[in-house]
């Protein structure tokens, strides 16, 4: 199974803003990011939801015959690229003229199947990760006395008095 991608250009909203909204979603299900998107109030989340619906459509073309469902699609990479910037100038006090930065931004999202060559799913993982063995009373107070900050002082106050001799 391929991922699939999506690129934005020229996105009029400053990179900054897009990125706080791109690092709400990065590694999430595809379903819980559109939800989360939908209803996020930043301007730049209507437009990288699109972009998000764009990006799994790209993945069912790329991969007919298998449903999204049950691939466990997730936000594989998504990152907010600096577009160009139009220069204006605005009138200021005393005959002055302040910059005006009108900045743009380019968007790209990668979208994956969790369930594929190279991948684990996530439950696979809590399924297949070890279990800590249970520590028996005996062993307990011995990884306690090794802590001692106590025996440690000791040791040095003698390391000191041997020098001093």
């Known amino acids: 199974m391929a991922?699939?991608?999506a690129i934005l250009r020229n996105n009029p909203t400053?990179?900054?803003?897009?990125?706080y909204v791109a690092d709400l979603v990065r590694?999430?299900?595809?379903?819980?990011?559109?939800?989360?998107?939908?209803?996020?109030?930043?301007h730049p989340a209507r437009v990288i939801e699109k972009l998000l619906i764009s990006a799994v459509n790209n993945w069912k073309?790329?991969?007919?015959?298998?449903?999204e469902e049950d691939s466990a699609l997730y936000v594989k990479e998504i990152f907010v690229d600096g577009g160009t910037t139009i220069k204006r100038f605005l009138p200021a006090p005393?005959?002055?003229?302040?910059?005006?930065?009108k900045r743009s931004n380019?968007?790209?999202?990668?979208?994956?199947?969790?369930?594929?060559?190279?991948?684990?799913s996530a439950e696979a993982n809590v399924e297949t990760a070890e279990v800590a063995p249970e520590e028996t009373p005996a062993e307990a107070p011995v990884k306690k006395a090794r802590k001692a900050p106590a025996k440690?002082?000791?040791?040095?106050?003698?390391?000191?008095?041997?020098?001093?001799?």
């Open 3 to 5: 991922s699939a991608k």
């Open 14 to 19: 400053s990179p900054r803003k897009s990125r």
């Open 27 to 42: 590694g999430m299900d595809v379903e819980k990011a559109i939800n989360i998107l939908h209803y996020t109030t930043k």
């Open 61 to 67: 073309q790329a991969n007919q015959g298998l449903r």
């Open 94 to 101: 005393q005959g002055r003229a302040y910059k005006l930065r």
């Open 106 to 120: 380019h968007i790209t999202i990668i979208v994956d199947s969790r369930i594929g060559a190279g991948s684990v």
């Open 152 to 165: 440690k002082t000791a040791a040095k106050k003698s390391s000191k008095k041997t020098n001093e001799e």
